[in-house]
């Protein structure tokens, strides 16, 4: 029992301080940008129909969901192709991406090159056979008068709420970008939809102020990850073990305001989104919940692989490691079916645990290549809320190179 709670402990320091720190300030630079940024690329996919697959791939390239979560609404409302939305949805990489920039930031680099070009060619191919024509040839539109109606019903006072605590912002209700108040997209995505927490309800309390402590502590993270990059030891300082609390106490801050932000497997919605993109406390406050979302995430990979091993090993750890190393190696063309079929999986949560092993080396390249292509974070979910037939056969066809791709990379690095 000693063993097992030493290798918890173990994950807990190692999740907060050798990876959880440096996300916390990788996606808290990406946040500002998008904060900044977002809009333009929005407006520019809108009127440029000629480049709308590689502005769409460069939106979804951004690590994050914030870019590509913004295209999915646009395709419904005839704005872009559903090629572009491929494209986009094939370049994300969720906030595994945040993960790989922090810990192996040249193997980023090349499945960022790999997937943008993927995603390029892929949607221009999709626009080519007219898919999107078919998808919304028979797609059932609330009448103007209905809708008119279901949104005079709909209770506002959330937004309000949420707007009047927005400095310098004289508007009642969200700034949407890529649709309108009152719109088929706005009903779905923000009021059909599950949104924030009640904003009088203590986890919607906790949230909007634990975040400044939060980053408190991941900026007192990221100096002890700097230390054991510089091969310090954090636990033998002027307070014994001083590292262990740190990180340990960072883990579980973070699995804390996770669970206060309700979160689980999506981490982004549409709707907090948007909020971002009018505040800079928005963007502090949700880029700490996500920040939190993926720590929990990488801990629970961690726990898994750690504990894994144990177990295989009979409580021997190195002849565990033997064991699945020699797995491994005799099923590596199955862990890139594998990976494509996580890849599956709507949200970011299973997308992390499958890229935090790849970073303990369980998994080839040509798996996380084939994972990275297929998954689409967060932003599938605003398409799926709005229309599921167009979600479906987004999720199939981002599927298919990613196979194609990854089995190829693979036989190259066995040759190689």
Known sequence: MNEILDIILGCAEGAFLEVGSFVGAVLLLFGYINYKKSGNFVRAIEKSTKWQPIIGALLGLSPGCGGAIFVM???????????????????????????I????????????????????????IVDYCQLADKLLLNKVRIPLKEREEMHSMVDH???????????????KTIRHLGHEEGDEIDLALHHMAKGHEK???FAYKFTHSAYKFYWF??????????????QINVNDLFISNLGMIVGVGGTLFSILLMLMGKKSIQDDTHEETELKLMSLK???????????????????????????????GGGSYVVGEEILTNFMLSTGLLTIIIGAAIGLIPG????????????????PFAALLANTISQDGDALFPLLAIDRKSSLWATVITTIPALFVGIIYYFIEIHL
């Not at 646009?74 to 990489?93: D, E, H, K, N, Q």
Request: glycine share 8%; hydrophobic share 55%; charged share 10%.
């Open 101 to 124: 920039i922090s810990t192996l930031p040249l193997h980023y680099l090349l499945v960022s090159i790999i997937s943008f070009l993927v995603a390029i060619i892929t949607g221009y």
């Open 73 to 99: 609404p646009l395709f419904v409302r005839g704005t872009v192709s559903f090629g572009t939305v491929i494209a986009t949805l094939i370049a994300t990489m969720g906030d595994s991406a945040f993960l």
């Open 348 to 363: 970011c949560g299973p997308q992390i645990i499958f890229v935090a092993l790849y970073t303990k080396g369980l998994i």
């Open 282 to 312: 928005e963007t502090l406050i949700h880029n700490a919940e996500e920040t939190a979302f993926v720590i929990t995430w990488v801990f629970v990979a961690y726990l898994v692989y750690e504990l894994g091993i144990f177990a295989l």
């Open 157 to 171: 006072s959330i937004q309000e709420i949420e707007c009047s605590g927005i400095e310098n912002y004289n508007c």
């Open 199 to 201: 904003q009088s309800g």
């Open 217 to 230: 502590f991941v900026s007192i993270g990221l100096v002890f990850g700097i230390m054991l990059l510089m």
